[in-house]
């Protein structure tokens, strides 16, 4: 199984940016359609973005598009997730997880493999 690490967090003022980094081990991440979540603080864990094994194709909650980017480079078996014009409301654990199955999906249950999150903080 792979195992996944997420790194790259911090504390950003608002308007800042911040580009968080998923690195995989034990199995290429090639294998894998790569997402990412959030959770913040009393809320449910909610999807932010998703890569397909190829990089091909990408997806986005509507709240994030146009200010995060998500890519892979799979020759370094990692994913990023790139955030520009950071705003408090970004604040949160964000969590990289590995999904098997065909289809990229948005929902957590559809991912067999997370890392331990990274926390991000916003300040206004």
């Known amino acids: 199984q792979v195992q996944l690490v997420e790194s790259g967090g911090g504390l950003v003022q608002a308007g800042g940016s911040l580009r968080l980094s998923c690195a995989a081990s034990?199995?290429?991440?090639?294998?894998?359609?790569i997402g990412w979540f959030r959770q913040a603080p009393g809320k449910e864990r909610e999807f932010v973005a998703a890569i397909n094994r190829s990089g091909g194709r990408t997806y986005y909650v509507d709240t994030v598009k146009g200010r995060f980017t998500i890519a892979r480079d799979n020759a370094k078996n990692t994913v990023y997730l790139q955030m520009n014009s950071l705003k408090p409301e970004d604040t949160a654990v964000y969590y990289c997880?590995?999904?098997?199955?065909?289809?990229?999906?948005?929902?957590?249950?559809?991912?067999?493999?997370w890392g331990q999150g990274t926390q991000v903080t916003v300040s206004s």
């Open positions: 997880a590995a999904d098997s199955g065909w289809n990229v999906g948005s929902a957590s249950n559809e991912y067999d493999y």
């Open positions: 034990g199995r290429t991440i090639s294998r894998y359609n």
